[in-house]
C-alpha cells in the first residue's frame, strides 16, 4: 500500500465521469458531484496486489498520527491508483477504501472522500510546514 499525505489548507474535487480503468471498476454512488474540506489532512492512497489488512491498519495509524501532529480532526480520504504499478483489482480496492471510511468515521474524525471509481477535477491548497508531505509505503515488512 502507498500513500500521499498531505496537511491542506483547501481541498476540492469535482466528479467528471466514471473511470472505465482498471477494468471492473464499479464507481461509488454519489450523492454529491463536489467535495470540499478546508484545513484538513488529504490521505491519497493505493491497493495494491499483495496487500492485507495489516497494511490497512499501518495507513489508518498514520493518518492518525498525521491528524494528531497537525492538529485537525478533517480528513479527505482520497483512493488514487496512481502511485503503483501493481495495483489490487478494484473490488480489493474499494473494499479496503471503504473500511478505511467506516473506521474512520466510527471515531472522533470529520470525514469525507473523493469517490471510488471516477475520474475527477482537483484544487489543492498544501500548506509548507515540514511535515505537510508525507509519502508511504507499507508493506508486510514495514513497521
Same mark, same amino acid.
Given at each position: $500500500?502507498?500513500?500521499?499525505?498531505?496537511?491542506? =489548507?483547501?481541498?476540492?474535487? @469535482?466528479? #467528471?465521469?466514471?473511470? =472505465? @480503468? !482498471?477494468?471492473?471498476? /464499479? !464507481?461509488?454512488?454519489?450523492?454529491?458531484? #463536489?467535495?470540499? $474540506?478546508?484545513?484538513?489532512? #488529504?490521505? &491519497?492512497?493505493? #491497493? /495494491?496486489?499483495?496487500?492485507?489488512?495489516?497494511?490497512?491498519?499501518?495507513?489508518?495509524?498514520?493518518?492518525?498520527?498525521?491528524?494528531?501532529?497537525?492538529?485537525?480532526? =478533517?480528513?479527505?480520504?482520497? !483512493?488514487? +491508483?496512481?502511485?503503483?504499478? =501493481?495495483?489490487?483489482?478494484?473490488?480489493?480496492?474499494?473494499? &479496503?477504501?471503504?473500511?478505511? $471510511?467506516?473506521?474512520?468515521?466510527?471515531? /472522533?474524525?470529520? +470525514?469525507?472522500?473523493?469517490?471510488?471509481?471516477?475520474?475527477?477535477?482537483?484544487?489543492?491548497?498544501?500548506?509548507?510546514?515540514?511535515?505537510? &508531505?508525507?509519502?508511504?509505503?507499507?508493506?508486510?515488512?514495514?513497521?
Amino acid at each position: $500500500m502507498r500513500a500521499l499525505i498531505l496537511h491542506a =489548507n483547501k481541498f476540492v474535487t @469535482k466528479v #467528471v465521469r466514471n473511470s =472505465n @480503468k !482498471p477494468f471492473g471498476i /464499479e !464507481p461509488e454512488t454519489v450523492n454529491e458531484p #463536489v467535495q470540499e $474540506m478546508n484545513e484538513c489532512i #488529504v490521505a &491519497f492512497f493505493t #491497493v /495494491e496486489k499483495s496487500d492485507s489488512e495489516n497494511e490497512l491498519e499501518k495507513l489508518y495509524s498514520e493518518i492518525a498520527k498525521a491528524s494528531k501532529e497537525t492538529g485537525t480532526k =478533517n480528513l479527505m480520504i482520497s !483512493p488514487f +491508483v496512481h502511485l503503483s504499478n =501493481n495495483i489490487a483489482e478494484p473490488k480489493k480496492a474499494k473494499e &479496503f477504501y471503504e473500511k478505511m $471510511m467506516k473506521k474512520f468515521k466510527d471515531s /472522533e474524525y470529520v +470525514v469525507d472522500s473523493s469517490p471510488f471509481g471516477y475520474h475527477k477535477s482537483l484544487l489543492l491548497d498544501v500548506k509548507g510546514h515540514p511535515t505537510s &508531505f508525507r509519502y508511504r509505503e507499507f508493506n508486510s515488512g514495514s513497521k
